[in-house]
């Protein structure tokens, strides 16, 4: 450790394991040397780079658990690269990123892991880690599965939507028993895709062409079956898996009656579904258009959905918030649905903006131990990467978040770092900044601008 350089972070609030606790943050190289409370003696300090960080709250680096960067989805491809996004992401306080490698029919695992790798590594300001998103299930895909272990792959993804992705419930039961010997977990989208076929067929029968017409054609029991059947499967095979974005009570009340039999679930909710509401898709903007912002799958939904999951995420019943980060430019990719809502590709930005709007939102009702389960440790144990991410403790990666809470800023398109045309937070009065990102150890972002270094490593787990 001698010849490394050492940074202190001074007199912060830092966001331990064991509570909130007044003191210094030593990083020495890439990892925590020691934290420190009360703080360092002025001898200790001799040689180090310090930082004054009092009134802030340091907290392990945040963690984003569901992105698409750089990804062909079936429509087109995402307008964040691995470059692009992780800057964006580093800027908001978030220092890893956990993507969805995905094999598209046809193709191995292991050829989609070497492209996933070939796209991010060399390139990202925030370290990255890969679930593997299965499209295509067969005899030599299960036999890549151990590989994928041994690669550093423990979680995966397989979809019930989405006909050029999703698997059947047979192979999606055999991918379950696959994953099981080695404890993994299976995120799944839950969605019943053969009925959102049909209700997209029968809305476009009915002359409903506008964005109005997506969360007619995915409504909450589309959501709430696929959960159901995700939660017997789960039973059945006793292997672990993740509801991702979790968007409807009905959905919720599934999750929570598996609970109760002793399904191995955990739940991941996103900003978009704790902050806004289907009433989006009726804006009238960009020549009554401007609906097509908010069309991701699962859709925005009612408010009594959106208090039904934020009395969860104040309950402790939400393991993680991440964003389902997948970004398409309005102009030249969104608009290409203009005449047809089926045509729009699904998916909104926000991995630069997650930390400040989940403080922002909940200011009152959550604290800070509650942000760093939600943020961070929750991801980082869900997926396999704790304490070595998603603690301040000594010998842990220096990924840090100082979070300035007193800071005061607007959200906007203009400003931000994801290399798309919108956010759908515009005008957001956000309530608290990521002051400095340190990730491995090297400074990534200051006040929400980047500093212009790639420190971003690959996360085997
Ligand atoms: O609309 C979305 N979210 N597109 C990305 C695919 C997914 O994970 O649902
Ligand atoms: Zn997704």
Redesign the pocket.
Known sequence: MGEEARTVLRGGNLVTPEGVVRGDLEMAGEKILRVVPGGLSEDELAGAKVEDVAGCYVYPGFIDA?T?MQCW?GMDWTADSFETGTRAAACGGTTTIVD?ATQDKGMTLTEALDEWHKRADGTCTANYAFHMAIADWNEHTREEIPLMRKRGVVSFKS?FA?DHLRLDDAQTMELLEAIKPFDGILCV?CENGTLVNELQRRMLDQGITGPEGHPLSRPAECEAEAISRLMYLSELTGTRVNV??LSTKLGLEQVRAAKRRGVRVSVETCPQYLLLDDTRYLEKGEDGFAGAKY????PLRKPADIAALREAVCNGEIDQIST?H?SFNMHGQKDRGRDNFTKIP???PGVEHRPALIMTTFEGQLGPMDYLHLLSEGQAKVFGMYPRKGALVAGADADVCVWDPSARWTISAATQHQAVDYTTYEGFEAHGQAHLTYVMGQLAARDGEPTGAKPGQYVSR
């Open positions: 569901h698409h989805t969805y979809y989405y989208h991702v974005h069309v991701m799958s699962p389902d997948c699904n998916g909104g």
